[in-house]
């Protein structure tokens, strides 16, 4: 019901662009976030923007990343500057909604490289 998709190689100081296909299925969203987990470590929270638009971040990313959403295509968006080789992870992105609950997408791998 996720798609997420934009993962790649890139060199340290470059951009990707996260994107996330959510399905018309689940209704109801209240948050479209993005998590990460590199290998040995927890998942944990990058980004997310709530319904009436606001945005939180995790201090690692604030300044760098930047999360959008596209309502009429139903997709959260990632866009990914000033990348870090510590930023090398799964990217999932993940939504929570009434009734559905949370859904996550399959992940997409960001690796970058110094």
């Known amino acids: 019901q996720l798609q997420a998709s934009g993962g790649g190689l890139v060199q340290a100081g470059g951009s990707l662009r996260l994107s996330c296909s959510i399905s018309g299925t689940i209704r109801g969203i209240w948050t479209r976030s993005w998590y990460r987990q590199a290998p040995g470590k927890e998942r944990e929270f990058v980004a997310r923007i709530v319904v009436n638009g606001d945005t939180d971040y995790a201090d690692s990313v604030k300044g760098r990343f930047r999360i959008s959403r596209n309502i009429a295509k139903n997709t959260v968006d990632l866009q990914m500057d000033s990348l870090r080789p510590e930023d090398s992870a799964l990217y999932y992105c993940?939504?929570?909604?009434?009734?559905?609950?949370?859904?996550w997408g399959q992940g997409t791998q960001v690796t970058v490289s110094s």
């Open positions: 993940r939504v929570d909604a009434k009734p559905s609950g949370t859904t």
